[in-house]
C-alpha cells in the first residue's frame, strides 16, 4: 500500500502547505480521505493521476476538508472514466457533494454514495476494490469520523492439503479467489486449503477531533497512524481543547497507548509555519513520529512471514 499525504495544511493554504487530502494506493487503485482546496494540484506533483480513483471518504464537511472536490472531479472526467466513483462519509453525504459539484455537472461517471450514520459505520468494502474500511465518530465542533484502511492477506495456500482433498489444480485458484468451488457435486471452501490468516495492512487516519476514549483501540496495531497535530506548542493546549483539535503531545499519546509503529503528524495550524519546531513534544511520548509535509510518502509492505 502506498500512503501519500497530499496537503498537511489545516484552515487555510500556505503557499508552501495545500489543505488537508490523503491518498492511498493498491495494485494502482487508490482511495482519497477528504479533499481540501487544491488537492487536484499536489495529487498532479505526484504523478500518481487521476482516473484511478474509486473512493472518495470524508471526515467531516468543513470547507478544508471538501472543497477540492469540483477541480478534482473534473480532473478525473478528463481522463475519460467511465466507472463509478464511490463516495463514503457523514451524513448528508449525498446532498453535500450534489450541491458543491453543481459547478462540475455533466460527469461521465456516475457518483454513489455510502452515508453513513452519525453513530459511525461497520466494516466497510467496496466493490471492485480490495480496501476494508471502518469508520470512528470523533469528537468535533460537527459530526466527524476517523478512519481505518485495511488491507488484508490470507493464509498461504496448502498444498498437501489440497491434494488430500482429491481437488483438481485447475480448481485451486477459483477456491482462492472466491472462498468457495464445487466440484463432484461437493462444495470446498478455502478454511479447507488455507493456513491461519497473516498479518495484512493497516493505515488509521484521524483529525480534526480531541482525543477520545476509542481511538486507542480503533487505531490498534496500525502500521502508519496519520493524525492532526493543529498545535504543537504546548502552551496552546487550552486552545487546541476549547477549538475541538488535538496537540502534537496528544497525537503522539493515542499513537503510544494504540501500540502502532509510526506516527505522521498533518493539518498544522496556518500560525505554525515551521512544524518541527515543537516536533519534540511528541517524540517524547512516541520516538517514531514525523512532521508529515506535503507529499510526504511511504510503501507499506506485507510483513515477511
Not at 31 to 53: A, F, H, P
Not at 268 to 291: C, G, Q, R, V
Amino acid at each position: 500500500m502506498d500512503v501519500t499525504l497530499l496537503g498537511t495544511g489545516g484552515m487555510l493554504p500556505l503557499p508552501n502547505r495545500y489543505l488537508t487530502s490523503l491518498v492511498t494506493r493498491v495494485d494502482g487503485r487508490m482511495l482519497l480521505i477528504d479533499c481540501g482546496e487544491g488537492t487536484q494540484v499536489t495529487l498532479k506533483l505526484t504523478g500518481y493521476g487521476y482516473k484511478n480513483i474509486d473512493i472518495i471518504c470524508f471526515t467531516h464537511y468543513h470547507a478544508d476538508h471538501i472543497t477540492g472536490l469540483p477541480g478534482l472531479l473534473l480532473a478525473i472526467a478528463a481522463t475519460g472514466r467511465t466507472e463509478p466513483v464511490t463516495f463514503i462519509g457523514p451524513p448528508g453525504l449525498k446532498r453535500i457533494v450534489e450541491s458543491i459539484t453543481i459547478v462540475a455537472r455533466e460527469l461521465p461517471f456516475p457518483l454513489q454514495f455510502r452515508e453513513l450514520p452519525a453513530t459511525g459505520g461497520t466494516e466497510m468494502t467496496v466493490d471492485g476494490t480490495d480496501y476494508v474500511i471502518h469508520a470512528l465518530p470523533v469528537d468535533h465542533a460537527c459530526t466527524c469520523f476517523a478512519y481505518s484502511i485495511e488491507f488484508r492477506r490470507m493464509g498461504k495456500f496448502d498444498i498437501a492439503r489440497a491434494e488430500a482433498l482429491g481437488l483438481p489444480k485447475p480448481l485451486w485458484g477459483k477456491l482462492q479467489r472466491d472462498g468457495t468451488a464445487e466440484y463432484e457435486g461437493k462444495t470446498y471452501t478455502s478454511d479447507m486449503v488455507l493456513g491461519p490468516k497473516r498479518k495484512g495492512i493497516k493505515l488509521s487516519y484521524c483529525t480534526d477531533t480531541r482525543p477520545t476514549a476509542a481511538l486507542p483501540s480503533f487505531i490498534k496495531d496500525a502500521d502508519l497512524f496519520i493524525c492532526e497535530g493543529m498545535y504543537g506548542d504546548p502552551e496552546k493546549a487550552d486552545k487546541a481543547a476549547a477549538h475541538k483539535h488535538m496537540s502534537y503531545a496528544e497525537a503522539a499519546t493515542l499513537a503510544k497507548c494504540g501500540n502502532v509503529k509510526k506516527l505522521w503528524l498533518t493539518h498544522y495550524s496556518p500560525a505554525m509555519t515551521n512544524p518541527k519546531e515543537h516536533l519534540f513534544t511528541a517524540k517524547d511520548i512516541f520516538p517514531e513520529t514525523t512532521a508529515g509535509f506535503d507529499r510526504i510518502s511511504q510503501t507499506i509492505m506485507f510483513e515477511e512471514d
